[in-house]
C-alpha cells in the first residue's frame, strides 16, 4: 500500500480540496483509495457529507489505546472509502505530548494490513501531533501551494519539516511533490513563485497545474465532486492530468521500492524511546 500525506503548514492551499479530487480521481480509475481526515476541524469529512461520528468510529480510535482502529466502519464517499475526522482529537491533542505519540499511526496500520492501493492523509495547516503522525506513516508527501508569498514560505518550511522527519523518524519517506493550486496564468507574481519553487527544487515540482476554477470553490457537502457535477470543467481536467502525473510519479519511484521498504508494513526502527526525547521533535510538537 502506497502512503501519500497531503501537507503545507499554511492554511488554504487547497489541501483539502486535491485530498478528495486525487482520490475520486483514482477512484475513476479503479483504484482502492482510503482517505484517512487527519484535520481535527473536520472539512474534508465535512464535504463528504459525512456526519461526525462517536470518536471511536473515527480517525481518533487510531490515538486511543482502549479502541481498536480496525472496527471503524470506513464511510463510502466520491469513488473512495473514508475514515473521518472528530472534533475530539482537539482536547486530546493537550495530552499526546510524548515524542513517542507521533507513532500511534504508523503502528496502527502495521497492525491493520488494510487491502487499499493508496491511503492519502488530509492534514491540518499548522506542526501538529497529527500532521507528524500522518509524515511518519508516509512514503510520499504532496504539498499544495498557493503561488503567494506566504503559502510558499509555508510550502518551504513543509519541505523541511519532511526532511527533519525523514532524517530523525521515517527513513522510508521518499518523495516529495510541489501541487501549485488556485493559479492565475493572468498574474505575473504566480509565474514568478512557481519559477522560484522550480529553480530551488527542481524535478520535486510538479509538471501539471490547478487553475482557478469557480467550480472548484464552490462549496458543497452532498459527497460530489467536480467530476460529478462539471466533468468537463478545467477544475476536473486540471485534477484529471495532475492525478495522471502523480501516479506516474509514485510508480517510478516505487521501482526504488527495494530502497525503501513500506513503512506501514516494516517493523519500525530507531524509533525515539520516550528517555531521550529529540529536542527537535519535542519542539516540533510544542509549537
Ligand atoms: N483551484 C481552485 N480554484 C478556486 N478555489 C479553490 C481551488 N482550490 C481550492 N479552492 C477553494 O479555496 C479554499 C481553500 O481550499 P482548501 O479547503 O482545499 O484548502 P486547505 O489547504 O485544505 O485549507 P485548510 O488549511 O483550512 O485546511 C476553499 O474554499 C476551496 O473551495
Ligand atoms: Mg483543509
Redo the contacts with the bound molecule.
Keep these: 500500500m502506497t502512503v501519500l500525506s497531503v501537507c ?1 503548514h ?9 485530498t478528495i479530487h486525487v482520490a475520486a480521481a483514482l477512484g475513476l480509475s479503479g483504484w482502492r483509495t482510503l482517505v484517512i481526515d487527519l ?1 481535527p ?1 473536520g ?1 474534508l469529512t465535512h464535504t463528504m457529507g459525512t456526519e461526525e461520528p462517536a470518536p471511536e468510529q473515527s480517525v481518533a480510535a487510531f490515538f486511543d489505546a482502549d479502541a481498536d482502529p480496525g472496527r471503524i466502519r470506513v464511510r463510502e464517499a466520491a469513488g473512495f472509502d473514508l475514515i473521518p475526522s472528530s472534533s475530539t482529537l482537539t482536547r486530546r491533542m493537550r495530552d499526546l505530548n510524548k515524542p513517542t505519540d507521533v507513532l500511534w499511526v504508523r503502528e496502527a496500520l502495521q497492525r491493520l494490513d488494510l487491502e487499499y492501493d493508496l491511503l492519502l492523509f ?1 492534514t ?2 499548522a506542526v501538529t501531533v497529527y500532521s507528524l503522525n500522518a509524515l511518519v506513516a508516509s512514503q510520499h508527501v504532496l504539498i ?1 501551494v498557493l503561488p503567494e508569498y506566504q503559502s510558499v514560505v509555508g510550502g518551504e518550511q513543509t519541505y523541511q519539516t519532511t526532511q527533519l522527519v525523514e532524517n530523525k523518524l521515517n527513513p522510508r519517506l521518499d518523495t516529495r511533490q510541489f501541487l501549485f ?2 493559479v492565475d496564468a493572468r498574474k505575473r507574481m504566480h509565474k514568478t513563485y512557481r519559477e522560484y519553487i522550480q529553480e530551488k527544487y527542481g524535478e520535486a515540482v510538479m509538471d501539471n497545474i ?5 467550480s ?4 458543497r457537502d452532498d459527497a460530489t465532486t467536480i467530476f460529478d457535477h462539471e466533468p468537463s470543467s478545467r ?1 476536473a481536467l ?1 485534477y484529471a492530468n495532475a492525478t495522471d502525473e502523480l501516479v506516474g510519479r509514485l510508480q517510478e519511484a516505487s521501482k526504488d521500492a527495494g530502497r525503501k521498504a513500506d513503512p506501514a508494513t516494516t517493523a519500525p526502527n530507531g524509533l525515539p524511546a520516550e528517555a531521550d526525547a529529540d529536542p527537535e521533535v519535542s519542539q516540533l510538537l510544542n509549537s
Design positions: 503545507n499554511k492554511g488554504g492551499t487547497g489541501k483539502t480540496t486535491t484535520d476541524q472539512f488530509d491540518a495547516a499544495p493550486t488556485q490547478i487553475r482557478t476554477s469557480t472548484l470553490a464552490k462549496s477544475g486540471d
